[in-house]
């Protein structure tokens, strides 16, 4: 299983971005993509959720309303909308992989739940 993100980059406050998370490397078609982000001396945090078993999602109060996660079946991506950055949206952000999970609760943004990770995109938001 592979997963390369990418779309990361330097925007200022109230700006938009796309981060794409390209899947490969797997012939299962049932399992949950999380987005996460980590700052500089700081934990992990789950950012959104997308589940292909059902076509559910799940955000971080932090980003609800802001953030919009979908899927690309043609680019077989998920990707990962983000719109009205604010500073404290600067962190390197991660797409992990999940078999046969819901995005429903909170617990589908923790960290332990997924099996596979992307290496990372950096996305700056500064003036």
């Known amino acids: 299983v592979q997963l390369v993100e990418s779309g990361g980059a330097l925007v200022q406050p109230g700006g938009s971005l796309r981060l794409s998370c390209t899947l490969s490397?797997?012939?299962?078609?049932?399992?949950?993509v999380g987005w996460f982000r980590q700052s500089p001396g700081k934990a992990r945090e789950g950012v959104s959720c997308?589940?292909?078993?059902?076509?559910?999602?799940f955000y971080a109060d932090s980003v609800k309303g802001r953030f919009a996660v979908s899927r690309d079946d043609v680019k077989n991506t998920i990707d990962l909308q983000m719109n009205v950055l604010r500073p404290e949206d600067t962190a390197t952000y991660y797409c992990a992989l999940e078999a046969s999970s819901l995005c429903w609760v909170k617990q589908s943004l923790n960290v332990d739940k997924y099996d596979f990770w992307g290496q990372g995109t950096q996305v700056t938001v500064s003036s």
């Open positions: 997308f589940s292909t078993v059902d076509g559910s999602t």
């Open positions: 490397g797997f012939t299962f078609d049932r399992y949950a």
